[in-house]
């Protein structure tokens, strides 16, 4: 077998200083032991670039290694597995934590909630002194592999079984005969399109004042094909019938429709399905849609001939929705860079005031194009 790459050994080799090895270069060195059983120890020690000594330490600590590496799995950024003071208080916060993700409804856990916990678990098991500092903390959250996450979203919700079932077996049923090219996914999304940012950077001795945010809002209708290679005009949907700046206009980025809240409307939603089926019977083509069951999508599309149109499972879509993983969430971050890229703009002027930061619908048209984003619109 290979020898371990030297890079796994950085500094090793500098005479006059400690040598300190990873968990993870452990583990691979042992590899190198097991895989090379009459090799001897100083002829093996030579060729991985390290003293004899340090070889027969990890060789005779080989189970803590193991065991270590195994708790530890960010091992490749940790020299010692450094151990905590209260083990106990530890393991069963981490118990508890276990059981509350694994609850049907998901209880959301803070840090303070959880350092309150741990002084809770402390004092019945009567451990003197622990004060659940944000050092402790800290560290219990390293050791434990442990992140801070926002808990939005119904992913929770999704029956595992049914995700599981649509994938294994109805979606392969359904979409034999027909390629990715010829499989099609539509969803839309409300977009704020002059929401700016809320936060700012600002000294200390300021008070942190801000202005009101815009609600001006659309919706917006994206979709693509499996394989990316097919993205239809999107739709936008806005509350004026006639919006001045497109008033000039003869093409627009987008197709444009008007509604009295800027939702999308079942009416509006079987136009646009209709006017799919016509261009897929131009282009001679069979297709699958795929869609939710929001209630703008009807049930029944009558006179379609070349678009299937399937339905995803109710309380799914966020598991198997394409356009719901991370396409939308990519799209609307390229735009809100663009919009704050603008902003910018205005950073030097002393006379601007607060309309001239807002865009009007043609131009969040053109923030939204996907012609200049296709690398993040893609399925």
Not at 93 to 115: C, H, W
Not at 200 to 218: I, P
Not at 258 to 270: D, I, L, P, V
């Amino acid at each position: 077998m290979a020898p371990v790459p030297p890079a796994k050994f950085a500094g090793i080799q500098q005479p006059g200083k400690r040598i300190t090895i990873t968990l993870d270069a452990k583990v691979e060195i042992l590899k190198e032991v097991d895989n090379n059983p009459r090799e001897p120890v100083v002829q093996l020690a030579k060729r991985l670039g390290i003293p004899r000594s340090t070889l027969q330490t990890i060789i005779k600590n080989r189970d803590k290694i193991h065991d270590a590496a195994f708790r530890v799995k960010n091992g490749k950024k940790r020299k010692r597995d450094r151990r905590s003071t209260y083990p106990a208080i530890e393991k069963a916060l981490v118990q508890n934590i276990t059981q509350a993700r694994s609850m049907k409804v998901k209880a959301p856990l803070s840090g303070a909630i959880l350092k309150e916990q741990a002084r809770v678990i402390a004092n019945r098991l009567n451990i003197q002194n622990f004060t659940a500092s944000n050092g402790w903390f800290r560290r219990f959250k390293i050791r434990n592999n442990i992140v801070f996450k926002k808990t939005s979203g119904e992913s929770a919700d999704v029956s595992q079984d049914t995700v599981k079932d649509w994938v294994e077996k109805r979606l392969p049923e359904i979409s034999k005969g027909y390629s990715l090219r010829d499989q099609y996914n539509f969803d839309e999304f409300g977009l704020f399109f002059n929401l700016l940012p809320d936060k700012s950077m600002v000294q200390t001795s300021e008070d942190a004042h801000g202005n009101k945010q815009s609600k001006a809002r659309v919706t917006v209708l994206i979709g693509s094909n499996g394989d990316g290679s097919d993205k239809p005009k999107p739709i936008v949907i806005g509350k004026s019938t006639k919006p001045r700046c497109l008033g000039s206009l003869k093409t627009f980025p987008y197709d444009y429709a008007n509604q009295r809240n800027a939702w999308m409307t079942s009416e509006e939603f079987s136009k646009f399905v209709k006017k799919f089926d016509a261009r897929m019977k131009r282009e001679r083509r069979r297709v699958l849609l795929f869609i939710d069951n929001c209630p703008a999508h009807p049930i029944d599309y009558p006179g379609l001939t070349n678009v299937k149109v399937v339905f995803l499972p109710k309380n799914c879509t966020s598991r198997l929705q394409p356009m719901d993983q991370g396409v939308i969430r990519n799209l609307k971050h390229f735009y809100r860079l663009r919009l704050v890229r603008r902003l910018l703009e205005f950073i030097d002027r002393r006379d601007v005031e607060r309309k001239d930061l807002y865009i009007n619908l043609l131009q969040a048209m053109e923030f939204l194009n996907v012609s200049k984003l296709g690398r993040v619109y893609k399925m």
